[in-house]
């Protein structure tokens, strides 16, 4: 399906102006907010999100501290930002929704599931970062670097911007707030529809066998993806892959992978939890 622009827009959530995207999609339809990652904003999500609004109304926020939006009087920790992420939507009159993340954004997203169960339709996450395998700082920083040459080089100018605007203070309280954060037991815990998404050659993440043994311990609603040579920046990087498995698992058919995706980079389903929805047709 052909990719649409997103109309750009501001609004104030609790004191803050905020810098979001938004595209209506078809009368009637489902809500769906992609959540970007660390240190970054909603732009390097555009390429994804775009090729997804035609079926779905969407909202792309750069959330408060991050990207173009103003900076509230303390930096938000992970629940602060879930809470943010609820009363924008509360300010688009969203009272359902799907959530798209990235990194960082998966986190939020399990921290929004845990806060307002009521209001989380379905979950993507993509690249969910910020556990044991990020940690210590130095570590991280060394695994971004591995990733810094294997993302396409026209992620450069989008990361690097955001990245000076966020700043050195700001990179390492959310470190620290990430690393408190019980990313592994909010993710376990989530009890809808869930679609976890991680590249083969992503190094803020551990291999895929490691994802499938850990996804296996509980009879979870996960649905566990791989990309295989996709590195971290997964929106950016393939978004023809990652619309076309976030559409398959929307509507409840079987993960495959799209032939007409340009690119040698293949998509392949590895785990499915007891709780998934049934696909829709064999």
Not at 87 to 99: I, K, S, Y
Not at 124 to 137: I, R
Not at 164 to 188: E, I
Request: charged share 20%; hydrophobic share 45%; glycine share 8%.
């Amino acid at each position: 399906m052909a990719a649409q622009s997103l109309a750009e827009r501001w609004t104030v959530i609790d004191g803050v102006r905020v810098f979001y995207r938004e595209s209506p999609g078809p009368p009637g339809a489902a809500p769906m907010m992609h959540l970007h990652g660390f240190g970054l904003s909603g732009r390097y999500l555009l390429p994804t999100a775009e090729r997804l609004a035609g079926e779905f109304r969407t909202l792309v926020p750069d959330l408060p501290g991050f990207g173009r939006s103003g900076r509230p009087r303390e930096p938000l920790d992970v629940p602060e930002l879930a809470h943010a992420a609820a009363a924008f939507l509360d300010d688009r009159g969203v009272e359902q929704v799907t959530l798209v993340g990235n990194s960082m954004g998966c986190a939020v997203i399990c921290e929004f599931a845990h806060l307002y169960p009521e209001r989380l339709d379905r979950a993507v996450l993509v690249a969910p970062a910020g556990g044991l395998h990020n940690q210590p700082l130095r570590r991280a920083v060394q695994q971004l670097a591995r990733d810094g040459i294997r993302e396409p080089f026209g992620l450069i100018p989008v990361a690097v911007p955001d990245y000076l605007r966020f700043g050195v203070p700001s990179t390492v309280r959310m470190f620290r707030a990430l690393t408190r954060y019980p990313a592994l037991d909010r993710l376990l815990a989530l009890d809808i529809p869930t679609l976890v998404v991680v590249g083969s050659a992503d190094p803020l993440m551990p291999a895929p066998p490691r994802i499938k043994e850990v996804a296996g311990q509980t009879d979870s609603h996960v649905i566990l993806v791989v990309i295989h040579g996709a590195a971290h920046a997964i929106n950016f990087s393939h978004p023809g892959e990652l619309a076309n498995v976030t559409r398959l698992f929307m509507s409840n058919r079987p993960i495959r992978d799209d032939p007409d995706s340009p690119g040698d980079a293949r998509a392949y389903e590895i785990h499915r939890g007891v709780h998934a929805p049934p696909v829709a047709d064999a």
